[in-house]
């Protein structure tokens, strides 16, 4: 059992590992390293922040520092980097402002997080051009909407981030241009929630520019333009959301193994190739629970659960971290959409299915209730076995919904048994039969 | 493969199943028998015609009887009653207002739904009585409340009717005092919802006399007051909603087997013990998911499904009706109030398990997001398997996330599974860990 249990990086998966471990075993040593100054914040809250719904980027913090040193009697070292790793001895190196020192472990967790991709775009030096990677770049978008008043944006991407901040800014009176290199936004949510949310998004007065790659900015000293193949436009501020990449350096230099995905490798406790090494949130692998293949989905609940599940095993509990289904929501404006599992038929068919998918339109309330709305469900399943593979949601209510198909995955159901799970009715929720059981009610019928 | 399928009522089973087997086969000969004039209306509907936020009786239809008649070529009757079976000559004997005549089927379905009980209260013949069984008395109740403006009312019962009839009536400016013999309102949904539905009835006016039971009313024609046991209060208007019992007397006459809850029993493919004469609706059994018993819960979707699945099967495809959970949700006011599966203790012991219970309060978004509110899980689950057993929720919003623990149920899900489900999260939605996630986790906590 471990004496030491040392942590690097102070975020979701870290900070969990670190306080569920220290529940588990009052007498553990529970040392976490972050490079910077901010610990446990939630990343995802950053453009309700830049919106204005949120206050204080303080009221991101979800615990403090000083609550998890005091409270939790967490040894945690804000502003100390490991600089290298070695699974050996059993030591990391650590710098400081002030020094340099070795520290040994007896369980290690690697939880290094991602960074936001910068792609090679010209200008991306610019004042003005941000990334939105981590606290200190959403107070400065925040600073900057404040002080520059800009009329025209450019954000870069159609995925959550992207969406997001097109809400952010907008709400700022700010004309968005939204551009994406790809036919569609929110590609991993497939097409049925892509029509509904550009449509909206042009109905909230963003410009989409589909199908369309950024080359980069142009101004002097602060950003003045965004630059496509054949057209320039007016941007006085631009946020580049084009995805994020795993840390791995630090866990490669030390010869711990990546994956098929590049993310770092574990096995269903999260550990990685080294005994005492485990890996958990934004960069590592997980297994995904429709394919069992490891898969990379960067998402708070999976970095969560993982580092809790760390926590435990470090203990003396073995606890699986658990698969993901790469479930997500995301709201853009007055729409919410949703996913989970498998949506694209090509994957599914690399993992072995034979997909078959029904996309179906109901109310989400009863149909003479007041105040229901229009809910889009894509449902996919593969028609051998009937299991179901994945579904979307995108509506003005019940996106969350979506969470009845992440449990029949997580579960490995039918669609037969998704059509007879009993879910809730009476007209305010739902019509008798929920939008989820009525695409599943249709896809029985196509499988049949 | 029948020729002539014959159903006995026009409701939801009845419409539901007439409409499949007429679509699964053109050249069936389907009947349908209606006693009243009503078929395929949305009963659940009628407290919100009352209410008025549903303007037309006519809204609540979902299906008119012209639309079966002529666009789905359904040989519907209304005004129609079947006053007997005889399953040995396969025929029903059938009158209405002129004749009487007799029917032959193939196969028949018995879906003579519910009747509300009527206690034997003195006074239940007063004018302004009512009990909400269907939708003549939802149009009297409406119309009495217009013609009499009602000052004061008297709701006998805290299950759904009862709690949305408080509501519908305080909409109307009416000072509504509700009464219940048991301890608390909503007993299925057991104590957690009980008590936060309770506090909000009082917050919006309602005045509660739990444990009361009532005797009867007193008027000059009208009814003026309500009686308890050493009480009396005024009411200018009653609404008895105490339950309902299946209508099992045409069934019964004709030797057709009842079940223990004294429903009409039935097999999973909801056939009774005559081998050509089905059951669904709000007079039939159904399967419980959890205990794997008959029972008997008389609601819209089971009705609706089991009718489904039955017009499948007398067209050539046996289908299951599917088992059910006891599933259901409320509006109280500003409250959503759900459930699924065995909340209660000794009902758990009896079907062999050791419940181990949970209650959790969190947020229903991140809890730095605005609007988010508390939302109350009651999580269930057998100590020796660490199966799912049943959940209850309650919160101004996301009462509807019972689906995911319905779901649970239908898999025959354990803690383990439920907890380690990937739900979906952003800000807007839902914490990290949604809520059931948090009560999942707590309850593991337990069983470890």
Redesign the interface.
Known sequence: MSNTFVVIGGD?AGMSAASKARRANPDLDVVVFEKGEWVSY?A??MP?FVKG??EELD??V?VTPETFREERDIDLRTGHEVVDIDPETQTVTVESDDRTFEQAYDDLLVATGASAIEPPFDGLALDGVFTIHDMDEADAIDAYVSEHTPETAAIVGGG?VGIEMAEALSAHGVDVHLFEMLPHVLQPFGEAVADRVEDHLRDQGVTLHLDTAVSGFAGDGAVESVHVENDTYAADIAVVGVGVAPNTDLAEQAGIELGPTGAIATDEYGRTNHEHVYAAGDCAEAEH?VTGDPDHVP????A??AGRAIGQTVTG?PT?V??????????AFEL?A?R?GILDEQRAREAGYDPVSVTITASSR?????DGSDLTVTLVADRTSGRVLGASLVGPEG??????V????????TVS??????????????P???P??TAAKVLKGEL?
């Open positions: 979701a939630a995802c809250g309700y719904d949120v009221d991101l979800t959550y629970v998402l708070a609940l999976t969560n659960r509990s699986p658990g698969p993901i289904a790469g479930t997500a929501i995301v709201k919410g949703s989970t009863a149909h003479y209730y007041p996106a969350k919904r979506v969470d009845t992440a449990m029949a995955l997580r579960s490995g159901a048994e998704l059509q007879t799970a009993d879910l809730a009715y009476a007209p305010p929720f739902s008798v039969w929920d989820v059981l049949d």
